[in-house]
């Protein structure tokens, strides 16, 4: 699933008339990076969750049949928080033969291998709810999110520094029952998944390759610049 309904406030005024995830860098919208990461790693059946704006989303990237992708979109009209919004779009995620499922923000980018993200084996899967992606620290988030242990386990705080604080990147592996009991009203994702790491529910993979959260128009045109500079 790629997360993609937000108003893209901070993006503002590109955003007014573009939603955010069709805003373009490298020559192209940043969403179809993720696309083209999903279809490199195997992943066929894509969820698009939107709202404002979404219309252009479906209008630009279609059925995804050019990207070797099978594109299907969960319209939330007025705009869910991440955890609402996925919990909207589960019937479409999970089925009786797989409960994990990848999330993305659509307002990120990232040379992470998506084919990291495999299911634990079954004698661990009733230890995990999900896999977070971390990355080191950017400057504009010294403090980062959660603390990465030897482990390979996160929680909200490093005890005695044993681990290191990394700032969640967007991606993640996550299993269906983190979101028992929750409604598409049940609110942003971070809560979520401090619950489940509290009850020790929760691994983390260390990303040392490239990451950008592109929230601002000056990360954009910085991302749009280091791309221009890749081609040959």
């Known amino acids: 699933m790629i997360l993609a309904a937000g108003k893209g406030e901070r993006m503002r005024p590109l955003t007014l008339t573009t939603p955010k995830p069709l805003l373009g860098a490298g020559?192209?919208?940043?969403?179809?990076?993720?696309?083209?990461?999903?279809?490199?790693?195997?992943?066929?059946?894509?969820?698009?969750?939107?709202?404002?704006?979404?219309?252009?989303?479906?209008y630009t990237l279609g059925d995804g049949q050019r990207f070797g992708l099978s594109l299907h979109y969960s319209r939330e009209g007025d705009p869910l928080e991440t955890a609402g919004g996925i919990v909207r779009a589960l019937p479409l995620l999970a089925s009786a033969d797989q409960d994990w499922f990848v999330v993305i923000n659509g307002d990120i980018w990232a040379d992470f291998d998506l084919a990291r993200l495999q299911p634990p084996t079954s004698a661990e899967q009733h230890a995990l709810d999900a896999i977070l992606v971390m990355a080191d620290n950017p400057p504009?988030?010294?403090?980062?999110?959660?603390?990465?242990?030897?482990?390979?386990?996160?929680?909200?705080?490093?005890?005695?520094?044993?681990?290191?604080?990394?700032?969640?990147?967007?991606?993640?592996l996550l299993h269906r029952r983190l979101f028992d009991g929750l409604t598409d009203q049940a609110g942003k994702l971070g809560p979520v998944l401090r619950t489940a790491m509290d009850k020790g529910r929760v691994a983390g993979l260390h990303h040392r390759g490239v990451w950008i959260d592109v929230g601002t128009p000056e990360r954009l045109r910085a991302l749009d610049q280091q791309l221009a500079a890749r081609e040959p």
């Open 27 to 58: 020559g192209k919208p940043l969403i179809e990076y993720h696309l083209e990461r999903l279809q490199h790693a195997g992943f066929r059946d894509i969820i698009i969750n939107h709202a404002w704006l979404g219309e252009q989303i479906e």
């Open 140 to 172: 504009h988030h010294r403090k980062g999110d959660f603390c990465l242990s030897d482990d390979g386990m996160l929680s909200q705080e490093c005890v005695e520094k044993r681990g290191e604080m990394l700032t969640f990147t967007g991606i993640s």
